[in-house]
């Protein structure tokens, strides 16, 4: 699932093909939608809300997008082929460029000022202008009972942290994802870790956080269970976590990252 980082880059792109441009087309292909006609509007800005993209257009109106499991936007000069079948939701193109959102998990259009209900209930977000590292501590911790791996995913406390993150900041943490977030002491160290791995990820096309961008030395837990743990030799564990069917894969070191409740 693209992560706040991916989502960044996504907002890039997509303002570099239409930010500023007027839309010669546009096409909803989801129901709600299917007579919304943004033609002749000029695009403004395309922003990432931790995983979410909003792209304003002139007349107080966003289009709302979320790539959720497998969506992504698509961009190619104008008058390529689109993306054949049905996996295109929504196209917007000006007289240079076409964008195709494939496969979204979401598409919204609203008023501007309104966009508060879709995004409101989203807690900081570690690449947004408006980060606020003792407001994600705050709300990670709202919940003493929560385990930090579920709070680290919970949107509401941080946007954009998905399973890559949240695994490889609580490795770098060194702290277990099952412990509750009541018997961490320094919750604002692990909001400022992810923010760290976040923002020196967001320009890159591959992803590390081990500074390594060599497969297989590239995460130091995610995607490596069995394998030995880089920093001290064990084997690496993963299991998940959430309660079904929102369970969601979760890998550690059980010796860099003790503190797992017996049982
Ligand atoms: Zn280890």
């Not at 698509?74 to 054949?84: E, H, Y």
């Not at 919940?143 to 942290?161: F, K, S, W």
């Not at 900041?169 to 412990?179: D, E, H, I, N, Q």
Request: aromatic letters at 4%; charged letters at 25%; proline letters at 6%.
């Amino acid at each position: 699932m693209p992560e706040g980082d991916v989502v960044y880059r996504t907002a890039r792109r997509l303002g570099r093909a239409l930010d500023g441009r007027v839309l010669v087309r546009s096409d909803f292909r989801v129901p709600r939608y299917a007579t919304a006609d943004l033609t002749g509007r000029r695009v403004l800005e395309t922003v990432s809300r931790g995983k979410h993209l909003l792209t304003r257009v002139e007349g107080d109106l966003t289009v709302h997008t979320h790539l959720r499991m497998e969506g992504s936007w698509q961009i190619s000069p104008a008058g390529r082929r689109v993306p054949p079948g049905d996996v295109v939701r929504l196209l917007l193109a000006n007289t240079e460029w076409q964008a195709a959102g494939v496969r979204l998990g979401m598409v919204d259009l609203v008023a501007t000022a309104g966009e508060h209900r879709l995004i409101g209930h989203l807690g900081p977000d570690p690449l947004g202008p408006d980060w606020d590292v003792a407001e994600a501590a705050r709300r990670l911790t709202r919940d003493p009972r929560a385990t930090i791996g579920e709070a680290l995913l919970d949107q509401r406390n941080l946007a954009g942290v998905g399973t890559v993150y949240r695994a490889e900041t609580l490795f770098l943490a060194g702290v277990s994802p099952w412990r509750p977030v009541g018997e961490i002491e320094d919750v604002e160290g692990i909001a400022a870790l992810a923010r760290r791995l976040l923002h020196a990820n967001r320009d890159r096309a591959t992803r590390a956080t081990t500074g390594d961008p060599r497969p297989g030395r590239d995460m130091w837990v995610y995607g490596r269970a069995g394998r030995s743990c880089l920093r001290c030799g064990h084997r690496i564990s993963r299991g998940e976590m959430g309660a079904q069917p929102q369970e969601r894969l979760i890998f550690w070191c059980r010796h860099c990252q003790p503190g797992e409740p017996a049982g």
